[in-house]
T-cell receptor, first 113, second 113 residues
């Protein structure tokens, strides 16, 4: 079964600074990988996803993520954060021909002025 | 802009009462998921349906929880009797195909006193 680890529970970053959120997955084959964002009181919104092809994936809101098979990682980055990026971020992994996703525990991002 | 809708958005009830949560998936999406989110356990998959048939409900406490899809436009999650430990946010999500994206509803925040 697949699993996801997000090593950072909470990250604080200054507005305008860069952000990187870590995600490591465990799965025996090529995974489907996702990043979702959850603002307080809201549902989860997809930022980006990786199924195959180019390992650098562009998403919404200026986010990107890079799939590194050798490191079993799918880290999320943003060059310059905005106060509105304060939220909780979830990495998820899915398997080929399986509808289920396994979610990480989430990383809470705080943006300071 | 197609969305997953959930009702009610908030529910406060007393221990022992029956609770029913409803979800309307995006039109054309034939796979529906129920998740529960708590601070302690994070995001847990309770059950999911494909073409209205349950595919996996192993994450759901069978003695008090039940999930159904009476038709393609409605999924229900019922708790009877409810307990304080059921207090959580319950999310519904839907998707069209295995390589599609799961779209989440806004959630039902349940408080059992």
């Amino acid at each position: 079964a697949q699993s996801v680890t997000q090593p950072d529970i909470h990250i604080t970053v200054s507005e305008g600074a860069s952000l990187e959120l870590r995600c490591n997955y465990s799965y025996g084959a090529t995974p489907y990988l996702f990043w979702y964002v959850q603002s307080p009181g809201q549902g989860l919104q997809l930022l980006l996803k990786y199924f195959s092809g180019d390992t650098l994936v562009q998403g919404i809101k200026g986010f990107e993520a890079e799939f590194k098979r050798s490191q079993s990682s799918f880290n999320l980055r943003k060059p310059s954060v905005h106060w509105s990026d304060a939220a909780e971020y979830f990495c998820a992994v899915g398997a080929v021909n399986d509808y289920k996703l396994s979610f990480g525990a989430g990383t809470t991002v705080t943006v300071r002025a | 802009d197609a969305r997953v809708t959930q009702t009610p958005r908030h529910k406060v009830t007393e221990m022992g009462q029956e609770v029913t949560m409803r979800c309307q998936p995006i039109l054309g999406h034939n796979t529906v998921f129920w998740y529960r989110q708590t601070m302690m356990q994070g995001l847990e998959l309770l059950a999911y349906f494909r073409n209205r048939a349950p595919l996996d409900d192993s994450g759901m406490p069978k003695d008090r929880f039940s999930a159904e899809m009476p038709d393609a436009t409605l999924a229900t999650l019922k708790i009877q009797p409810s307990e304080p430990r059921d207090s959580a946010v319950y999310f519904c999500a839907s998707l069209r195909g295995v390589t599609d994206t799961q779209y989440f509803g806004p959630g039902t925040r349940l408080t059992v006193l």
